[in-house]
């Protein structure tokens, strides 16, 4: 090679001087000011700074992303930044040009500790940092330690730390941050000021990736940029790393096709398209969006996930239609398809989008998967299509299951065809209902027992022992009422429920009631009755069920099958 080995070794480092630091890193906040979405945390830290009442222990709770480790860090340097001219005290603006506030920012902070609680959980390594902390800071003015992921500690290991955490030298301050804060003793929780930190709205994210790509000289599309907002999922952190996917992934501009297409994620004109054709009961638009889905290889996971949130937005709309902002792309058509569905089917719907996911990885593929959801949406629309009124019926709960590998139908993308004007009425009525009880007349003449038990206000033990009764013998006088009853379970009939019932026919008649319980057999009790009539009345819905001709095409074409014993006719 001409030039030699140093000529060589030139050329690298020149090239490494090209490397950038990633959007994540190079955009992280170093001063309170610049912290975004978590103004409660930075509004209670200033003060506790400017005031001086600082607490020895803090606990930042939150998801991935929101800011924990930053603001440990932003704390750092508030608690030892001197100024640039080395005489600046303890402040909550830092002057991030001190020695303390460059160190800390470039991780080379002597005096500051990050510790990752997930690689050094054991209590050998939390006593080797605690007994480090009994020693003076080198430098600075405060020995600050950041736990992060402290959840991760092991029961000995947060034993250990308990004392030195409840009373540390005054030197310490201790900054602990996890993302799952259930996991944490209550001894730890008890001993830190926990400040919740919460997850970055979308506007925020969209707002803050403007400034940044402005800052950096990348155009972009809005369209673009809401997308990796809602993909970030409340994490300032992510939408960075994957706006600096896009930018590498767009070469250019950062447009919303670029994005959409990176990320597998579904465009909202195909989301619309599913719900007109829910609205329009047209099944084979549903089946060529899965089809088109799948040639353009979108993840049908996050298609469910698109689609049940703009359902949710729709059905916010029919309750509250003040909830629909301005700048939201999709505002006009949630609008107009709040007053295309009813309430009842827009919550079907988004029961259906959410419940699918899970099922996605049990389907033959994920396409197939996503279709079925969706002619499922279709075919259990509540009083839209014909084909859904038998399963929609109020008066009656089944539950249907196919094999995972049924494939029929779906291919076709059209519903079961709607039952007949002549077909029979839902298998669920009951025929034979129990008629209501009326009020029983005094009279001499015996009483209608049944449904005279039926109604009296009685509950519990009483009410038991007066259902498996069955009245042998009655006599009225003037002054009184004797009556002789038969059971078969004696246990029920002590004094107590005895006296009770009698207590109850008293008042019903108006005059004192004198019982005498006599074991033996019975055979037309109250329960009896009403478990030969409930069969009845379960055994009738069964048989109208099996004869309904939807669900005879559910079986024929799906596979499906009626669970046995799952009719209950109301």
């Known amino acids: 090679m001409r030039g030699g080995p140093s000529t060589f070794i030139l050329a690298l480092v020149r090239m490494e001087g090209m490397t950038t630091l990633a959007l994540a890193r190079s955009w992280r906040p170093k001063t309170f000011p610049e912290l975004l979405g978590q103004d409660h945390v930075v509004k209670a830290l200033t003060h506790a700074l400017d005031q001086g009442r600082l607490h020895h222990a803090w606990l930042f709770t939150g998801t991935r992303g929101v800011g924990k480790t930053t603001i440990a860090r ?15 005290k303890m402040t909550s603006e830092p002057c991030g ?20 609680a997930a690689s050094n959980r054991g209590v050998d390594e939390m006593a080797q940092l605690l007994e480090k902390a009994s020693y003076a800071p080198s430098n600075g003015r405060y020995k600050v330690y950041m736990i992060d992921e402290v959840h991760m500690l092991t029961n000995h290991a ?16 201790f900054i602990l941050a996890t993302t799952d804060p259930q996991k944490i003793p209550v001894t730890i929780l008890s001993r830190c000021l926990q400040f919740n930190l919460k997850q970055m709205p979308v506007p925020l994210i969209v707002e803050h990736l403007q400034n940044v790509l402005a800052a950096e000289k990348v155009e972009s599309e809005i369209g673009a940029l809401r997308v990796l907002a809602k993909a970030a999922q409340g994490s300032m952190r992510d939408a960075l790393s994957l706006t600096d996917q896009a930018i590498a992934y767009a070469a250019g501009t950062v447009t919303q096709e670029s994005v959409r297409t990176m990320l597998g994620t579904l465009d909202d004109a195909y989301l619309i398209k599913v719900l007109d054709a829910l609205a329009n009961k047209d099944g084979p638009t549903l089946v060529a ?33 003040e909830s629909v902002l301005e700048d939201w792309p999709e505002a006009a058509e949630i609008r107009r398809l709040a007053g295309v569905f009813s309430r009842e089917e827009t919550q079907l719907f988004y029961q259906i989008a959410i419940t699918s996911r899970p099922d996605l990885s049990l389907a033959p593929d994920e396409q197939t998967g996503f279709s079925m959801a969706l002619l499922r949406m279709l075919a259990f629309r509540p009083g839209g299509s014909g084909q859904a009124q038998s399963m929609a019926n109020p008066s009656a709960a089944s539950k249907l299951t196919a094999p995972s590998g049924s494939r029929a139908s779906a291919a076709t993308g059209s519903a079961p065809a709607a039952p007949s004007a002549a077909a029979p009425q839902s298998a669920a009525t009951v025929t034979k209902p129990i008629a209501p009880v009326q009020p029983v007349a005094i009279s001499s003449d015996r009483p209608d027992w049944h449904a005279l038990m039926r109604q009296l206000p009685v509950r519990g033990l009483v009410q038991q022992l007066a259902h498996q009764t069955e009245l042998q013998d009655w006599t009225d006088s003037a002054q009184a009422i004797k009556a002789t009853v038969v059971t078969s379970l004696p246990q029920l009939a002590n004094a107590d429920c005895v006296g009770r019932l009698s207590d109850a026919l008293s008042t019903h008649f108006g005059k004192k009631v004198q019982i005498d319980i006599v074991e033996g057999a019975v055979e037309k009790t109250v329960a009896k009755i009403d478990a030969q009539v409930q069969q009845e009345s379960r055994q009738n819905a069964e048989e109208r069920i099996a004869a309904d001709p939807f669900v005879q095409q559910l079986e024929r074409e799906f596979g499906a099958k009626v669970v046995s014993g799952s009719v209950r006719p109301v």
């Open 74 to 88: 932003i704390l750092a340097k508030a608690l030892n930044c001197v100024g640039p001219d080395g005489q600046g």
């Open 158 to 173: 947060f034993n250990a730390m308990l004392k030195t955490l409840e009373e540390p030298p005054e030197h310490v301050k």
């Open 97 to 116: 040009k001190c020695p303390a506030c460059l160190e800390i920012d470039a991780g080379r902070y002597v005096d500051y500790i990050e510790m990752d």
């Open 289 to 321: 969006v899965a089809q088109e889905m799948g040639e353009r290889s979108m993840s049908f996971s996050l298609a469910l996930q698109d689609l049940a949130s703009l359902i949710q937005k729709i059905a916010a709309a029919q309750v509250v239609p």
